[in-house]
């Protein structure tokens, strides 16, 4: 690693926000920031009582002469016993009492939030709005559109996952929550700054976890409405169309469209092709071959693939099933 | 010149009967202490390993972020779950209780052997299987589920590997329970008829309170991960939600064994401190009681505060409230315990040897470790912190940067008992110096990484999410760690063969193991009765020039807490082979 590149990666001291933080950009972050500064330097200051008690009573009570013995001192007090541990039992009350008003905060959105629901799967996020727009993940700088949200509103956020645990992460809003299969859970912000913040998978959820990536853009209320009247519901465009960007959100995190292998294969130029499968039995791709493998992909599994594949029965409608399959029929 | 108390040209246990047989089916408890010794050390060599591939894979430039393999990704994946997996059960919750226990406890006590040796015995051969086992996950898949065995991921996707992983971690917890159950009895049943429970020496009250924990929270891990065995062969449905199952649930049972057990691996460190600054300050330690009690305290509270793993885990808000609160009472016993080692020191005649300096360390360590679990506890902050490197810099100061150089110190006291030659010098402090800086570099940026959201468990990071720089110094943190490591046991081995060779009490130690020859004869001691009054009473002994060493005073007749004492009351298996006569 050259000097170029160590200096790039210190670029975060010049991001926004501070030494410890990414920039403050939602109404709870100030405060998350607060309460950790008031335990840092209450730490920080624990810290170097001890530590510079421990070095100063090693100097200055060194053993000057081997085995020689100390002068006689009590072994035990029991007023300073006390003091020291109710001292630090106060300064924790009120870190417990600060922490936990912010997390019923946290944990409790405004009656008027705006809800956003945010699917997660092996490894990609997708959102949905009650509008009928859906988007796919997107990361930073790259494709996809990712949450997009409205500054200064509430959203809450309905939070499931098709298959394993996951966790939605924003550093930059201070907000985290798991999302389990088999039920809902929640999380609410209101963003304070227009721009584009990171989103991570923080609880593992298998080989592809380092690139559960996704991003929040905050716009502003006009420019919000204006997107969100442009996103047409997906039954308005061609089969193929909402075909293809169904694929985008739901397959694309395992499945490339250019030949080349990913988590799964390849799915172009799929149709009518004669596939080995796992045992050594052959099928021809058809249109109930592809049904069942979206639906439940361990009833066959390709030669050459883990039995991975997400399986998305109770989760796609039937149009959308079609969708897709005439999307997979038609790329070459 | 050998010192008079120095055994190694007579009989004594290291000497006493030859052949592996002699070693492998042994139930003398300093052997079975060295074997575990040995084996901890090499399973951490091999958790070492994945270790620095997990580093060298975050090296920024080492694997480019766009262009990484599915295959890439999973040995990753592999590498942190056998890390963590070896580390944890295979390394830190044996390295003390076992390996140090097994070898001081009983002597501490003026006894023979424990109480039951044969299952001591066969606790160590439990642990060889499950290191067997362990390691046989190498052969047959990619074991990629973190050493915590989530579901459904660890039922439903990942492969077969993860059977073969659990038993082994269920037959390590039984290892586990024995040992504990064994310290139980041996330190009620056998301590000689004048040690009261208060003149037991901390280090006793370490063991004990881990030995509580061991038998009472390790038998839930033990269903917990047959549930999961369950529900993996054979598709029942307790954790999956798609065969009707709770994942939080799987949750819950964990932790109420794995909090428990970050006590298992911290107490009989603390154990450990409390001996070296009470000998290296040539003092009673300060607050005897209070550092007792609050091994207990901790041992209990420990139990109940779980749910701090799961402040996001879709519990419910009350629990999470509750369990921080009760969080926040495990902490003020450990506080205590810190300021009582300094408050040791204060007017002592301070000793740098090498286990000192070890110990010294730890408050620098487990002071970081400790005071970054309030920020965790805490929780508006935890939110932020949940899941990230801040946890990791956590659970590593105080796995690694306490318990471990606990263990290490442990092992530099104990080491002249141990083989009978002084392993204390330049070189020792040098390997120390190498370690600490390591460590600290390794893990002091992961703090602020971890703030700055950076997520734990990932194969990479890409340089737009800014977070190069603290991956960059915690590999090079983690080679000089490496090198610091690997030098200390390299002064150990040279220590073996060639270091000087050592008095009984070299450091002025006053417990019981101290007054025996170095090394002890296969039942430990020559004499059969002596006197146990104070443990920390430092007027017990006196250097002596000639010794290079301490020698034993001879206690004031008129003191009631002298007395003759036979050595063990009870003893368990008296018709065994290698049973004292
Ligand atoms: C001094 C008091 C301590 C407090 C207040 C404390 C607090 C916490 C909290 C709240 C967490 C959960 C953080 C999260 O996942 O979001 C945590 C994690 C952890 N702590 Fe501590 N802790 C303390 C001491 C210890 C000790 C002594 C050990 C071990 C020797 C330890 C080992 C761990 C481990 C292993 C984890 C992470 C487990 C995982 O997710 O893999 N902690 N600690
Ligand atoms: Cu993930
Ligand atoms: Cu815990």
Redesign the interface.
């Known amino acids: ?1 050259n000097l170029s ?2 200096l ?6 010049q ?1 926004d ?1 501070d ?4 920039v403050e950009a939602s109404t709870n972050a100030g ?2 920031d607060r ?2 500064y008031f ?2 330097w ?2 920080a200051v ?2 170097a009582l ?2 510079g ?2 070095i100063y ?2 100097i200055k ?3 000057t002469k ?6 006689d ?1 009590p ?3 029991t007023s ?2 006390i003091v ?2 109710v001292i ?2 106060l300064f ?2 009120v ?2 009492k ?7 905060d ?2 409790t959105p405004p009656g008027d939030a705006y809800q956003v629901n945010v699917h997660a799967q ?1 490894w990609s996020w997708a959102y949905s709005y009650d509008e009928g727009a859906e988007t796919g993940m997107g990361w ?2 790259g494709e996809g559109e990712g949450l997009v949200v409205p500054v200064g509103v509430p959203i809450k956020l309905r939070i499931d996952s098709a ?3 996951h ?1 939605f ?1 924003v ?2 809003f ?5 999302a ?4 809902y ?1 929640y999380a609410w912000f209101e963003a304070t700054k227009i721009g584009e913040y ?1 989103v ?12 559960m990536l996704s991003k929040v853009q905050v716009l502003s209320q006009e420019d919000f409405d204006a997107w969100m009247k442009k996103q047409g519901n997906l039954a308005d465009l061609p089969p193929v169309e909402a075909g293809q960007k169904l694929f985008q959100r739901k397959c694309a995190s395992c499945h490339n469209m250019d030949g080349s292998k ?2 799964g294969p390849a799915l172009n130029g799929l149709y009518g092709k004669e596939e080995s499968l796992v045992g050594g039995a052959k099928v021809t791709v058809d249109d109930n071959y592809l049904r069942e493998s979206i639906l439940e992909p361990s009833a066959k599994i390709v030669e050459g693939y ?1 039995d ?1 594949m997400t ?1 998305f029965a109770g989760q796609l409608s039937e149009d959308e099933i079609s969708w897709l399959i005439t999307y997979i029929k038609s790329v070459k | 010149m050998t010192p008079s108390t120095n055994t190694l040209e007579r009989t004594n246990y290291l000497n006493a009967t030859k052949g592996f047989m002699s070693w492998f089916w042994t139930i003398d408890h300093k052997r079975l202490g060295l074997m575990y010794m040995w084996s901890v050390v090499a399973a951490f060599i091999l958790g070492g390993f994945f270790a620095l591939k997990i580093r060298m894979t975050l090296m920024p430039g080492a694997v480019d972020f766009a262009s990484q393999t599915a295959e890439q990704m999973n040995a990753y994946n592999n590498a942190f779950t056998v890390h963590g997996a070896v580390m944890i059960f295979l390394v830190i919750i044996p390295s003390i209780p076992a390996a140090l226990g097994n070898f001081v406890v009983p002597m501490m006590l003026g006894a023979k052997d424990v109480a039951f040796p044969r299952l001591n015995r066969f606790s160590y051969h439990l642990w060889i299987i499950g290191a067997l086992l362990f390691t046989g996950t190498f052969f047959i898949g990619n074991l990629d589920t973190g050493w915590t065995f989530y579901p459904p991921y660890s039922t439903g996707s990942t492969d077969n590997t993860v059977i073969l992983a659990t038993l082994g971690a269920f037959v390590l917890g039984f290892s586990s329970i024995f040992t504990g159950l064994n310290f139980i009895v041996t330190i009620h049943k056998m301590r000689p008829a004048n040690m009261t429970w208060f003149r037991m020496p901390l280090f006793l009250w370490a063991i004990y309170a881990t030995a509580v924990i061991q038998i009472l929270a390790t038998p839930v891990i033990g269903i917990s991960l047959l549930l999961l065995l369950v529900e993996k062969t054979m598709s029942i449905g307790i954790f999956n939600p798609e065969l009707g199952g709770d994942p939080v649930f799987f949750q819950h049972l964990f932790w109420f064994y794995s909090h428990p057990a970050v006590y298992i691996m911290i107490l009989p460190g603390m154990g450990v401190m409390s001996e070296l600054f009470a000998t290296f300050s040539r003092k009673p330690i300060f607050g005897y009681k209070s550092i007792a009690m609050s091994s207990l305290a901790i041992a209990l509270f420990s139990f109940i505060v779980w749910g701090h793993h799961m402040f996001l885990s879709g519990q419910s808000q009350l629990m999470s409230v509750i369990f921080s609160a009760l969080t926040f009472s495990v902490a003020v016993p450990s506080a205590i315990k810190v300021f009582n080692w300094i408050a040791t020191m204060y007017k002592g005649s301070v000793a740098f040897t090498t286990p000192m300096i070890y110990g010294m360390s730890i408050i620098w360590l487990f002071g970081i470790g400790g005071l970054t679990g309030l920020f965790l506890a805490t929780l508006g902050t935890d939110v932020q912190f949940h899941d990230t490197y801040f946890v990791v810099a956590h659970f590593h100061y105080v796995m690694v940067g306490s318990a471990l150089f606990g263990f290490i110190g442990g092992i530099y006291y104990w080491w002249p008992k141990m083989y009978g030659r002084m392993a204390d010098n330049f070189w020792t402090k040098l390997a120390w110096f190498m370690s600490f800086i390591g460590f600290n570099l390794t893990f002091l940026p992961q703090f602020v990484g971890g703030s700055r959201g950076m997520p734990r468990r990932y194969a990479g990071y890409g340089t737009e999410a800014g977070y190069d720089s603290f991956n960059y110094w915690s590999t090079i943190g983690a080679m000089i760690l490496a090198v610091g490591l690997t030098m200390a046991l390299g002064t150990l081995i040279y220590s073996m063969f060639r270091g000087r060779k050592a008095p009984s009490n070299p450091w002025g130690g006053v417990t019981l193991e101290w007054q025996t020859p170095t090394p002890p004869p296969e039942h430990n001691f020559e004499i059969d009765a002596f006197p146990v009054g104070d443990p920390y009473d430092m007027n017990l002994c006196e250097y002596n020039g000639e010794e290079e060493g301490f020698l034993p005073v001879n206690p004031r007749a008129d003191d009631p807490c002298v007395a003759d004492v036979a050595i063990d009351p009870v003893y368990f298996e008296p018709e065994s082979e290698n049973a004292p006569a």
Not at chain 1, 8 to 13: E, F, M
């Open positions: 690693m590149a160590l790039r990666a210190a670029a975060w001291l991001q926000g030494y410890f933080f990414p405060e998350v309460i950790y335990i840092f209450v730490s624990s810290f001890i530590v008690a421990t009573f090693a009570y060194r053993r081997v085995g020689m013995n100390p002068e001192s072994h035990h007090s300073i016993e020291w541990s630090p039992t924790m009350i870190m417990f600060w922490g936990f008003d912010d997390y019923v946290r944990r092996k930073l700088g298959d394993v645990l966790s992460s550093p930059a201070r907000i985290k929550m798991d389990v299969p088999g039920r859970t990171p991570f998978c923080t609880e593992y959820c298998g080989t592809r976890h380092s690139r990913l988590i883990p991975a399986p």
